[in-house]
């Protein structure tokens, strides 16, 4: 049986999405929502009914049946931690991110609507890997201060698609291997996949790890508490300081890699300095997460957008290869790995799990 699925993947200005038959993507668009178009909402949930009849309309204009869809999957917003996998979206799964119950994020839109979406047409919808996947060890919980426990939170969808995919050019099952995955976007992470857990990764959503190109990475402790009180920051004012304002853009005045490596080959010192300094970090992360492996991996996978840069993985895999082999998986791909991720269940090759917390 062939299966249609509809992919949503919900951004705080944009509305990407995909139909896919099977594993071919027939129709694909990101919709642009302006300033204008999201000023009546006071919340993002609320934008819930503006968006899905946006999704209804582009289905209209492509020629698409509600009613040929067999499957809805959506991007995963911020729920409660979760193992890996694909997911039935379920009503304590909607309870939680209506309420916003673990944080507020625009992809929680794409759970929503999906739900809705599914329901009318009595057919399943699924998240797959959201941001909150947990698998860590629990000696990688621990840090230095009882009261600030390491959390997982990083780009699982795009590093499980990627392991997934090695795994299949390998020619040998995910679980049965060790890889190391660095995420290289806006935010970098990178992850120790032992036999298809991801039980180590730094916490990209807060900084933690190397600096990327607009996020300040792990910071001396000391240096850190001045700056917070020279300043007179409050919390608000700070986290934008480090979550968007920092990295290659606070030492470059810009996050766009292509432009820094224009410069590079202008012979801009300055440039090829903080960028090289910034694949430093990188391969000295892969490095560090290797010993959580015991130094015994199978491979590891430079991903995401950054890795469509020759001149980064030039700086990162000699520095990386005397580990495992490295292999260049570029690009995020979200709503292939969306898709893929619900197609395994659709097909038989996974089972879908349930979302059960006890609510407190």
């Given at each position: 049986m062939q299966h249609l699925l509809l992919v949503i993947?919900?951004?705080?200005?944009?509305?990407?999405?995909?139909?896919?038959?099977?594993?071919?993507?027939?129709?694909?668009?990101?919709?642009?929502?302006?300033?204008?178009?999201?000023?009546?909402?006071?919340?993002?949930?609320?934008?819930?009914?503006?968006?899905?009849?946006?999704?209804?309309?582009?289905?209209?204009?492509?020629?698409?049946?509600?009613?040929?869809?067999?499957?809805?999957?959506?991007?995963?917003?911020?729920?409660?931690?979760?193992?890996?996998g694909t997911y039935r979206i379920n009503e304590l799964m909607v309870r939680h991110m209506a309420a916003e119950r673990y944080g507020r994020h625009a992809s929680n839109l794409a759970g929503l609507i999906a739900y809705d979406l599914g329901r009318s047409l009595n057919i399943p919808c699924y998240i797959v890997d959201p941001v909150v996947v947990d698998e860590l060890a629990d000696v990688a919980r621990i840090s230095g201060h009882p009261s600030?426990?390491?959390?997982?939170?990083?780009?699982?969808?795009?590093?499980?698609?990627?392991?997934?995919?090695?795994?299949?050019?390998?020619?040998?099952?995910?679980?049965?291997?060790?890889?190391?995955?660095?995420?290289?976007?806006?935010?970098?992470?990178?992850?120790?996949?032992?036999?298809?857990?991801?039980?180590?990764?730094?916490?990209?959503?807060?900084?933690e790890g190397p600096f990327s190109p607009e996020r300040v990475g792990s910071l001396p402790t000391n240096a850190l508490v001045h700056y917070f009180f020279d300043h007179g920051?409050?919390?608000?004012?700070?986290?934008?300081?480090?979550?968007?304002?920092?990295?290659?853009?606070?030492?470059?005045?810009?996050?766009?890699?292509?432009?820094?490596?224009?410069?590079?080959?202008?012979?801009?010192?300055?440039?090829?300095?903080?960028?090289?300094a910034m694949c430093y970090q990188i391969a000295k992360e892969i490095g560090r997460i290797s010993t959580v492996l015991c130094g015994k991996v199978d491979q590891i996978i430079l991903t995401g957008g950054l890795a469509h840069s020759p001149e980064l993985v030039a700086e990162i895999k000699p520095k990386v290869e005397f580990i495992a082999p490295v292999m260049v998986l570029p690009g995020e791909n979200e709503l292939e790995a969306l898709a893929l991720g619900a197609l395994r269940v659709l097909q038989g090759e996974e089972r879908a799990r349930d979302y059960i917390v006890e609510e407190v």
């Open positions: 993947n919900t951004g705080s200005t944009s509305t990407k999405l995909a139909v896919y038959r099977d594993a071919e993507q027939i129709h694909t668009t990101s919709l642009h929502h302006s300033t204008e178009d999201l000023a009546p909402f006071a919340t993002i949930v609320e934008q819930k009914g503006f968006r899905q009849q946006v999704i209804v309309e582009w289905l209209e204009e492509i020629g698409v049946e509600l009613a040929d869809l067999t499957a809805i999957v959506a991007r995963g917003g911020l729920l409660a931690p979760i193992p890996g600030l426990e390491r959390i997982s939170i990083f780009h699982a969808l795009n590093q499980r698609a990627n392991a997934k995919k090695a795994a299949a050019l390998l020619g040998r099952p995910y679980t049965e291997l060790n890889l190391i995955v660095a995420h290289l976007g806006g935010g970098i992470s990178v992850g120790a996949h032992q036999l298809g857990r991801v039980i180590d990764v730094n916490q990209a959503l807060s900084g920051w409050t919390k608000d004012e700070l986290m934008k300081q480090f979550v968007g304002r920092s990295g290659l853009v606070a030492h470059l005045g810009t996050n766009d890699s292509r432009a820094i490596v224009a410069r590079m080959q202008e012979g801009d010192s300055q440039a090829e300095f903080y960028f090289k």
